[in-house]
């Protein structure tokens, strides 16, 4: 019986040594792919929406870091304010500054365009990072539901009226933040507010394939501008994402380990918006810093131009 119990010890001892072992090997795996790109950004102008926290605040040291003047375009300007403080002394970059943007209200994405139109007079990135997952059912001022109307009726509006300056500005980079979860999402034209059914898992999915779709169209449209646009998944990442779903927070803190750091997570988009040999990719979707498969819906022509449609006459443009 004693040499049984000790060998079992013995057994659960080097399965231990040998998980803590492996744990730097296992973390390395984790945090995927790294942009190895030293590129500097001296002299260059990058919008990242949604930077006060996450992957978008780490996207924006890191551009930061690279001599970027970066604006963290944010909804709560104290949050906003406290990373832009946060990343200057990090970085000793002083040309980090918040500006006031809420993507769940079409009047204050034209006053945010307005102000910086005014204010700054190039951009070479503008990434389109911001994004709300799986909330309890509301719409935003201009009646979309919440999930869509911030994930991609914002960003396609913000987009519409920062592009002129991105075409004078080029070469310049968009890059849009989906996820993996777009392979599970369809647009659903005929309820596209869920006002009749509401799942707020789908409608993530859905809004999540329309940042594919939208990239897509828009590539197609900015061919020869020296503007391109890609989209990617940041992978699984540590952040306040997950806010709106106890169950989900909770097992998200049970399976740390297992999760990307927002630094880890803000590799890709660092990676499309600076990685040389993305000089002239568009249309393009990458996961740990690398092309990736995109749905079969995220692939399909017509929903991207029925999409980009209906998406101009709801928000009221005319956008060719
Ligand atoms: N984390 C992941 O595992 C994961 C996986 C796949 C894709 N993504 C995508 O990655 C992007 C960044 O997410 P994250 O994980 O970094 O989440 P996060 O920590 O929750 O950050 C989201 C950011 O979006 C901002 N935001 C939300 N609603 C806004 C609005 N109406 N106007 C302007 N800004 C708004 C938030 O501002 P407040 O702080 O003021 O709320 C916050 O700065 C999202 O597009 C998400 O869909 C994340």
Not at 36 to 48: E, M, N, Q, Y
Request: charged content about 20%.
């Amino acid at each position: 019986m004693l040499v049984f119990l000790g060998s079992v010890l013995a057994l659960s001892i080097s399965f231990l040594l040998l998980v803590v072992m492996a744990a730097p090997c296992i973390r390395k795996y984790i945090a995927g792919g790294v942009c190895k790109s030293t590129v500097k950004l001296i002299g260059k102008v990058a919008v990242i929406t949604g930077a006060n926290t996450g992957i978008g605040k780490e996207t924006a040291k890191d551009l930061a870091q690279r001599g970027a003047r970066v604006i963290l375009a944010c909804r709560d300007m104290a949050k906003g304010e406290a990373a832009a403080c946060e990343i200057q002394t990090t970085t000793g970059n002083q040309h980090v500054i918040a500006k006031k943007l809420d993507l769940a209200d079409s009047k204050s994405i034209r006053e945010f365009a307005e102000n910086f139109l005014r204010d700054e007079k190039e951009l070479h990135i503008l990434i389109n990072n911001a994004g709300v997952m799986m909330c309890p059912y509301s719409k935003t001022a201009d009646g979309f539901e919440i999930q869509l109307g911030i994930n991609h009726f914002g960003h396609f509006l913000l987009t519409f009226l920062l592009l002129e300056r991105l075409k004078q500005s080029a070469p310049a980079r968009i890059i849009n933040v989906s996820s993996l979860a777009h392979r599970a999402g369809k647009i659903r034209f005929h309820d596209l507010q869920s006002e009749k059914s509401y799942n707020r898992g789908l409608a993530y999915c859905q809004s999540k394939l329309a940042n594919i779709l939208f990239t897509r169209e828009l590539a197609k449209r900015l061919q020869g501008t020296g503007v391109t646009v890609n989209a990617l998944h940041p992978g699984s990442v540590r952040t306040e994402l997950t806010r709106h779903i106890t169950i989900i927070n909770s097992l998200w803190s049970m399976i740390h380990f297992f999760l990307k750091t927002p630094q880890e997570g803000a590799q890709t988009s660092v990676y499309c918006a600076v990685a040389e040999e993305l000089q002239s990719v568009s249309g393009k979707y990458f996961s740990d810093c690398k092309p990736a498969y995109v749905s079969a819906e995220g692939r399909n022509e017509e929903t991207a131009i029925q999409l980009w449609k209906v998406s101009c006459e709801l928000l009221g443009i005319t956008w060719d």
